[in-house]
Protein backbone atom coordinates (compact mmCIF):
# COMPACT_ATOMS: atom_id res chain seq x y z
CA UNK A 1 0.00 0.00 0.00
CA UNK A 2 0.78 3.88 -0.80
CA UNK A 3 -0.44 6.61 1.57
CA UNK A 4 -0.15 9.86 -0.36
CA UNK A 5 -1.58 13.00 0.57
CA UNK A 6 -0.28 17.06 0.11
CA UNK A 7 0.08 19.72 2.72
CA UNK A 8 -2.52 22.13 1.17
CA UNK A 9 -5.30 22.15 3.55
CA UNK A 10 -5.14 20.72 6.53
CA UNK A 11 -1.16 21.97 6.80
CA UNK A 12 -1.86 25.01 4.80
CA UNK A 13 1.45 24.74 3.04
CA UNK A 14 2.70 23.32 0.15
CA UNK A 15 3.85 20.30 -1.46
CA UNK A 16 3.05 16.89 -0.52
CA UNK A 17 4.15 13.55 0.43
CA UNK A 18 3.97 9.51 -0.07
CA UNK A 19 4.43 6.78 2.35
CA UNK A 20 4.42 3.18 1.89
CA UNK A 21 7.21 0.42 1.66
CA UNK A 22 11.05 1.45 1.49
CA UNK A 23 11.35 -0.38 -2.14
CA UNK A 24 8.13 1.16 -3.33
CA UNK A 25 9.24 4.61 -2.25
CA UNK A 26 12.85 4.40 -3.31
CA UNK A 27 11.38 2.97 -7.26
CA UNK A 28 8.98 5.88 -7.10
CA UNK A 29 11.55 8.54 -5.99
CA UNK A 30 13.38 7.77 -8.78
CA UNK A 31 10.86 7.51 -11.72
CA UNK A 32 8.07 9.95 -10.76
CA UNK A 33 8.29 12.57 -13.56
CA UNK A 34 6.89 14.63 -10.87
CA UNK A 35 9.59 13.95 -8.50
CA UNK A 36 12.61 14.26 -11.16
CA UNK A 37 11.64 17.83 -11.70
CA UNK A 38 10.99 18.96 -8.67
CA UNK A 39 13.13 20.84 -5.88
CA UNK A 40 12.80 20.61 -2.51
CA UNK A 41 10.66 22.96 -0.43
CA UNK A 42 11.37 25.67 0.31
CA UNK A 43 13.20 25.64 4.31
CA UNK A 44 10.10 27.96 5.82
CA UNK A 45 7.34 25.62 4.82
CA UNK A 46 9.08 22.53 6.14
CA UNK A 47 9.70 24.37 9.14
CA UNK A 48 5.97 25.81 9.39
CA UNK A 49 4.34 22.54 8.62
CA UNK A 50 6.57 21.07 11.59
CA UNK A 51 5.17 23.46 13.55
CA UNK A 52 1.96 22.79 12.71
CA UNK A 53 2.45 19.17 13.38
CA UNK A 54 3.97 20.29 16.49
CA UNK A 55 0.51 22.37 17.61
CA UNK A 56 -1.86 19.47 16.58
CA UNK A 57 0.04 17.52 18.83
CA UNK A 58 -0.19 19.66 21.80
CA UNK A 59 -3.28 21.14 21.45
CA UNK A 60 -5.63 18.78 20.24
CA UNK A 61 -8.80 20.50 22.11
CA UNK A 62 -8.21 22.49 18.70
CA UNK A 63 -9.13 19.80 16.77
CA UNK A 64 -12.58 19.61 18.25
CA UNK A 65 -12.65 23.94 18.11
CA UNK A 66 -12.42 23.12 14.53
CA UNK A 67 -15.09 20.55 13.93
CA UNK A 68 -17.58 22.78 15.76
CA UNK A 69 -17.17 25.39 13.41
CA UNK A 70 -17.23 23.22 10.66
CA UNK A 71 -20.19 21.54 11.80
CA UNK A 72 -22.24 24.68 12.57
CA UNK A 73 -20.90 25.82 8.82
CA UNK A 74 -21.93 22.89 6.94
CA UNK A 75 -25.09 22.38 8.93
CA UNK A 76 -26.15 26.55 8.27
CA UNK A 77 -25.13 25.99 4.74
CA UNK A 78 -27.77 22.56 4.10
CA UNK A 79 -30.22 24.52 6.07
CA UNK A 80 -30.35 27.33 3.94
CA UNK A 81 -30.71 24.86 0.54
CA UNK A 82 -26.75 25.10 -0.52
CA UNK A 83 -25.44 21.63 -1.81
CA UNK A 84 -22.32 20.49 -0.36
CA UNK A 85 -22.16 16.96 -1.97
CA UNK A 86 -20.63 14.33 0.34
CA UNK A 87 -18.02 16.05 1.78
CA UNK A 88 -17.02 14.73 4.71
CA UNK A 89 -14.20 16.74 5.87
CA UNK A 90 -13.96 20.75 7.33
CA UNK A 91 -12.87 21.56 3.74
CA UNK A 92 -16.26 23.05 2.84
CA UNK A 93 -17.55 22.58 -1.75
CA UNK A 94 -20.52 24.75 -2.00
CA UNK A 95 -21.91 23.71 -5.08
CA UNK A 96 -23.51 25.81 -7.39
CA UNK A 97 -24.95 26.47 -11.01
CA UNK A 98 -23.12 29.45 -13.12
CA UNK A 99 -20.42 30.45 -15.29
CA UNK A 100 -16.59 31.44 -14.84
CA UNK A 101 -17.66 34.81 -14.45
CA UNK A 102 -19.91 34.62 -12.52
CA UNK A 103 -18.13 32.88 -10.17
CA UNK A 104 -15.28 35.15 -10.53
CA UNK A 105 -17.50 38.39 -9.49
CA UNK A 106 -19.10 36.51 -6.59
CA UNK A 107 -15.59 35.51 -5.00
CA UNK A 108 -15.27 39.62 -5.06
CA UNK A 109 -18.68 40.57 -3.87
CA UNK A 110 -17.86 37.66 -0.74
CA UNK A 111 -13.97 39.37 -0.34
CA UNK A 112 -14.65 42.49 -0.45
CA UNK A 113 -18.46 43.80 1.08
CA UNK A 114 -18.26 40.43 3.44
CA UNK A 115 -14.78 40.20 4.23
CA UNK A 116 -14.72 36.43 3.44
CA UNK A 117 -12.20 35.17 1.22
CA UNK A 118 -13.01 31.47 -0.33
CA UNK A 119 -11.42 29.87 -3.49
CA UNK A 120 -13.47 28.97 -6.62
CA UNK A 121 -13.87 25.55 -8.83
CA UNK A 122 -14.55 26.13 -12.28
CA UNK A 123 -14.39 24.42 -15.75
CA UNK A 124 -12.25 22.50 -17.22
CA UNK A 125 -11.73 21.37 -13.23
CA UNK A 126 -15.67 20.95 -13.33
CA UNK A 127 -18.49 20.46 -15.75
CA UNK A 128 -19.29 23.87 -17.37
CA UNK A 129 -21.67 25.70 -15.98
CA UNK A 130 -20.77 24.94 -12.35
CA UNK A 131 -19.13 26.44 -9.83
CA UNK A 132 -17.93 25.21 -6.66
CA UNK A 133 -16.92 27.96 -3.57
CA UNK A 134 -14.15 26.07 -1.51
CA UNK A 135 -14.45 27.67 2.11
CA UNK A 136 -11.91 26.12 4.56
CA UNK A 137 -12.97 26.73 8.22
CA UNK A 138 -10.65 27.11 10.91
CA UNK A 139 -10.10 26.79 14.86
CA UNK A 140 -9.48 30.51 14.77
CA UNK A 141 -12.95 31.01 13.17
CA UNK A 142 -15.59 31.69 15.86
CA UNK A 143 -19.40 31.02 16.00
CA UNK A 144 -20.57 34.52 14.67
CA UNK A 145 -18.86 34.64 11.75
CA UNK A 146 -20.37 31.21 10.90
CA UNK A 147 -23.23 33.11 11.11
CA UNK A 148 -22.25 36.25 8.87
CA UNK A 149 -20.82 33.93 6.85
CA UNK A 150 -24.10 32.17 6.57
CA UNK A 151 -25.64 35.24 5.71
CA UNK A 152 -23.40 36.32 3.43
CA UNK A 153 -24.12 33.38 1.18
CA UNK A 154 -27.55 33.32 1.44
CA UNK A 155 -26.91 36.84 -0.21
CA UNK A 156 -24.79 36.32 -2.74
CA UNK A 157 -26.58 33.29 -3.70
CA UNK A 158 -29.42 35.78 -4.35
CA UNK A 159 -27.82 37.77 -6.04
CA UNK A 160 -26.61 34.85 -8.56
CA UNK A 161 -30.25 33.43 -9.13
CA UNK A 162 -31.13 36.91 -10.20
CA UNK A 163 -28.93 37.54 -12.37
CA UNK A 164 -26.71 40.14 -10.68
CA UNK A 165 -23.31 39.00 -11.92
CA UNK A 166 -24.16 38.28 -15.55
CA UNK A 167 -21.93 41.16 -17.10
CA UNK A 168 -19.74 43.25 -14.84
CA UNK A 169 -18.44 43.58 -11.28
CA UNK A 170 -20.77 43.47 -8.38
CA UNK A 171 -21.28 46.79 -6.79
CA UNK A 172 -18.49 47.47 -3.75
CA UNK A 173 -19.98 49.18 -0.59
CA UNK A 174 -17.28 50.64 1.15
CA UNK A 175 -17.92 51.02 5.22
Same mark, same amino acid.
Given at each position: ??????????????????????????????????? /? +??????? !????? *???? #?? &????????????????????????????????????????????????????????????? /? +??????? !????? *???? #?? &?????????????????????????????????????????
Amino acid at each position: DVYFSTFAKSMAGIGAFLAGEPDINQYLKYNMRSQ /I +FAKSLPM !PFVIG *GLKR #LE &LLRKSPELKDKLWTIADALQSGLRDRGFNLGATTSCVTPVVLQGSVDEATQMVNDLRKNYG /I +FCSIVVY !PVIPK *GMII #LR &LIPTASHTLEEVRLTLEAFSAVAEKLSKGAYNGGFAEVRIA
